[in-house]
């Protein structure tokens, strides 16, 4: 008769195989945590991203729509002024 101590061998080896794909091979526990930290910190990224986008499409708008916002922007941005006004400049 043979002895079954091989079988529990096997099996043994069977186990430490799959524990170590489990724990550190391709698809282990550790790549998968750090995966989903990845896909969470895109999509805050993108949340970031949509809400610039908004802002961005409403200052389009605005600038299509109204004369006001233009005259504003030249105005603080490159310091301009209307004809036939006075800029008066304070400094300390």
Same mark, same amino acid.
């Given at each position: +008769? &043979? %002895?079954?101590y091989?079988?529990?061998v $096997? @099996? *043994? @080896? @069977? ?5 170590? =794909? ?5 698809? %282990?526990?550790?790549? $998968?945590?750090?995966?989903? !930290?990845?896909?969470?910190? !895109? ?8 809400? =610039?986008? &908004? *802002?961005?499409?409403?200052?389009? +708008? ?10 504003? =922007?030249? &105005? ?17």
């Amino acid at each position: +008769m &043979r %002895s079954p101590y091989w079988l529990l061998v $096997v @099996l *043994i @080896l @069977l186990l430490v195989g799959l524990q170590y =794909r489990l724990w550190v091979g391709d698809g %282990s526990l550790a790549q $998968v945590t750090e995966l989903k !930290q990845q896909i969470a910190d !895109q999509q805050g990224e993108n949340q970031r991203l949509l809400e =610039r986008n &908004r *802002i961005l499409e409403a200052e389009v +708008m605005e600038l299509k729509q109204g004369m006001e916002t233009v005259e504003e =922007r030249a &105005r603080h941005e490159l310091g301009m002024v209307k004809e036939g006004e006075t800029l008066y400049q304070l400094t300390e």
